[in-house]
Every structure is written in C-alpha cells, then in structure tokens.
C-alpha cells in the first residue's frame, strides 16, 4: 500500500492527462533517466503521442512552482549559490519526457529487469486505483465547485461584515473626538 502512495503522489495532470515523468519513472525502475530515455527513443514507434510527450518549458516551470510550495523536500527547492555543482550532467537541458498509462504499459516492454517489472505492475495498480476513486466520486468537481461558490458568497458576506465593523468603529471614534474636543467659549 505504501508503494501505491509513493507512486501516485508522482502522478501529474498535464494537459489534460494523467501522466508520470521520466525522472520519477526512473528511480522507481531504478535505472538513469538517461538509460531510460535512450531505450525509449530506440523503440520510439511503440510511443505514439497520446503515449508519451515532453513537457514545454512552461510546464516544467508550472510544476517546479507546485513542488516547491507542496513540498519541502522538494529537488528544485534549494539555493542556487549555495548548493550549486559543477560538472557535465548535473543539470537537465531537456525538458522532461511525460508518459500515459499507455505509455507506462508500453514501457514494461522494453525494460525487462526484475525491478522494472514489478514496478510497472505497481504502477498499473495504482492507475486503475485512481480510476476507481474517479468513479466512485462522480461528482466530486461539482461539489467542489458547490464549495468554491459558497466560501466566495461567504467572503462576500464576511466583507460586508467587515466593513459595517469599521463604520461603526469610525463612528465611535468620531464621537469621542468631539465629546473630548477642547471646548471654547462660555
């Protein structure tokens, strides 16, 4: 079950799709991103675009963005001057691969190691867990919309609130000033 968490925690939506990247699929298989991509790209006729597709920079930022207000341990969460290396192959110049569950099943075909397989099997487990939550909770982005739409009707309540608070505050200020205000005159 733990594997399950790991592993759908490292499942994005990007483009309207459930995918996984390369770097994660990677070091759940346990082999380079690099050995990874080049097994892809020497079998590329068995990864269609609805199979695989590499991410824009845009995206890539996207996401970088999300890790880093998600997670605290996060790879892209660190000081560039501080933990900065040098050398080749430290750094990505490519953006990253993004594979379907198509493409992920595809992949058990070309890497054969023990690991990789049992790890795509964990994987297939866990998409069609997500599946199953997705059909049991048909309605779930209605009724977070439900929700959405109340919390801004009650911000708009708790404004209104809020600003009767500060007229009657002001008000109040104002009488004291001229219930204290220095009196001249007889």
């Given at each position: 079950m733990q594997i399950i968490k790991t592993i759908q925690n490292r499942i994005y939506e990007i483009r309207g799709e459930r995918?996984?990247?390369?770097f994660d699929l990677s070091r759940l298989y346990e082999v380079e991103t690099k050995v990874l991509n080049q097994a892809v790209k020497r079998n590329i006729k068995r990864f269609p675009a609805d199979f695989m597709f590499q991410l824009t920079k845009e995206e890539f930022e996207s996401l970088k963005f999300q890790w880093e207000t998600s997670d605290s341990n996060s790879p892209f969460l660190r000081s560039q001057f501080v933990t900065l290396e040098t050398g080749r192959g430290k750094y990505t110049k490519y953006m990253p691969y993004a594979f379907t569950e198509q493409g992920i099943a595809m992949l058990?075909?070309?890497l054969n190691s023990d690991k990789a397989i049992s790890m795509n099997i964990a994987i297939m487990r866990t998409f069609v867990e997500i599946?199953?939550?997705l059909l049991e909770q048909p309605?779930?982005?209605?009724?977070?919309?439900e929700i959405k739409q109340r919390l801004g009707e009650h911000d708009v309540q708790l404004n209104s609130i809020y600003d009767?608070?500060?007229?009657?505050?002001d008000e109040k200020a104002a009488q004291k000033k001229w219930e204290h205000r220095v009196r001249i005159g007889f």
């Open positions: 995918v996984m990247l390369d058990s075909g070309i599946r199953k939550i309605d779930l982005k209605e009724q977070l919309n009767a608070m500060e007229n009657l505050l």
